[in-house]
């Protein structure tokens, strides 16, 4: 099969699960719309697509995983509908619609955000007790908690407001990323890594991990320079806007361009390690040359 | 040892294990400092309190029980930052203190709050972890993860802000106010007897942390009608100011100060089964009696 067709089959799968996550009673249906809204919104699920793939290609149950997968989906989303707040980027638009608070309001937009991470937990730990409290599910949980954390992506997410406006060092900015948007990434790596059981290949799912969080970043910063809203779903140039600094702000457009295919390569070497099937080496690779 | 010298000493050993919790490092200072702004800045500690008293009541251990106990602090402390922003209920003084957002702006406070939030289950994890992934823990975590979520505090402040400016009936502000303030209440005690591992009183402690919710959020009314700033520590008149029913608002004060006694007498008839000690009657009845 080709690998664009199973990347449909494997977000199909995420998107399948994410619905069925949504079907909550017992709890008002103007917060659950709200929730809704931002996390079915479509979306690349790069982390839970992630988290599976390299479960999967470990040996690990593609059913065990599942959770979790979509549990960093909705830490994801929600880390999103909190950012675009007027408190923070002011954004208008994400994944191609209007923000979450610019539909249902700024204290719907925020309590929305409160649900998803909430709802992440209470997926887990559900999850947790179906499988008869096996420790290795409490490992993954512990890995993606730790990562949406304030040692993780919301102390990121700390650094990228104190840096607006501010030109910042280049170390600064591999710190800002590597926490705001690295975290969570590897978090979905090493999830996957520990649900399969193949401990021995930790270390290389991290290397793994860490570079292609870096090359992501580095692309998405390229891209907010050169796309457009039709192809990316929110706007561009809003980096400019905000004053903040990107690596192509501080490195240029050219440079920033070989950094990432750096990094990619970097990647590239360890998902062969992983993945004989040739899924990772290829989503590796449509993730440096995507344009949304 | 009279009531009130034991209260202390039980708020202590909650406030010295919220110190310790905020000791954190590999996150940006900024975001500790705002989240132990709010934290630690005092507040009764009912819920951690409550908890750790019915566990030992129940003669289960207090070291067990404490991780969870503080933990369910820091999500009400996050709900307290969340609802004070100007999008929601826009107050100014909290707890004696300037409210989060009024001292640090509304992005870090946001933040702050999530981060709180997260931190409640990193430490309920780590706590999991340490005593060997032993079932009776993690059914402690999911007690608190489904009261904290959109079925129970969250979808009681979605009621609420829907409610503003509306005359609601009787039966919706008692459905709010058993998700907005009562699930986590019922949580904490929920926590301290499935931790005490007294399985067979989990119906008893239900019905009295039940009619304690209650009985709390009526005086909470109260207070709100006939306290003021000095004695509050926050400002007054704000239900009114809103625009918001309230038991005071749909029963008047007279009717509203017996209902509070009515369930608190429920309450107290289970609390005397719960704890011989006296502990729980005193804390029960003193909630009742309080000026703040």
Chains 1, 2 share one sequence.
């Not at 793939?53 to 979509?70: R, T």
């Not at 992501?216 to 809003?238: A, H, P, S």
């Not at 950094?259 to 040739?278: F, H, P, V, W």
Request: charged content about 25%; glycine content about 8%; hydrophobic content about 40%.
């Amino acid at each position: 099969m080709d690998f664009q067709n199973q990347l449909r089959i494997e977000q199909k799968i995420v998107n399948d699960y994410l619905n069925r996550m949504m079907d909550i009673k017992e709890a008002p249906k103007s917060i659950v719309d709200g929730m809704s809204y931002s996390l079915l919104a479509g979306g690349k699920r790069i982390r839970p697509v992630l988290a599976n793939a390299i479960c999967k290609a470990l040996g690990g149950d593609s059913e065990e995983i599942l959770p979790f997968a979509c549990s960093i989906e909705c830490i994801h989303t929600y880390s999103l509908i909190h950012d675009d707040l007027p408190s923070m980027d002011n954004d208008d638009y994400r994944r191609g619609k209007l923000t979450n608070h610019r539909v249902f309001g700024e204290a719907h937009a925020i309590l929305a955000g409160d649900g998803l991470l909430n709802l992440a937990f209470e997926t887990m730990i559900e999850t947790v007790k179906k499988y008869n409290y096996k420790p290795k599910f409490i490992m993954a949980m512990e890995e993606i908690c730790r990562a949406s954390g304030v040692r993780g992506m919301i102390g990121g997410q700390i650094i990228d407001i104190e840096s607006e406006g501010k030109k910042i060092e280049i170390e600064t900015l591999y710190k800002m990323h590597e926490k705001k948007t690295g975290a969570l990434i590897e978090a979905s790596c090493i999830a996957g890594c520990v649900i399969s059981e193949r401990f021995e290949m930790i270390d290389i799912v991290k290397d793994y991990s860490k570079n292609l969080g870096i090359a992501f970043q580095i692309v998405d910063d390229i891209l907010d320079y050169t796309g457009t809203l039709e192809k990316l779903g929110k706007n561009v140039g809003v980096d400019a806007a905000n004053k903040k600094s990107t690596f192509v702000s501080l490195l240029g457009l050219e440079e920033s361009q070989k950094l990432a295919e750096q990094y990619t390569e970097n990647a590239l070497k360890r998902a062969e390690y992983i993945d004989k099937s040739g899924f990772i080496t290829s989503l590796t690779q449509y993730l440096l040359n995507r344009e949304s």
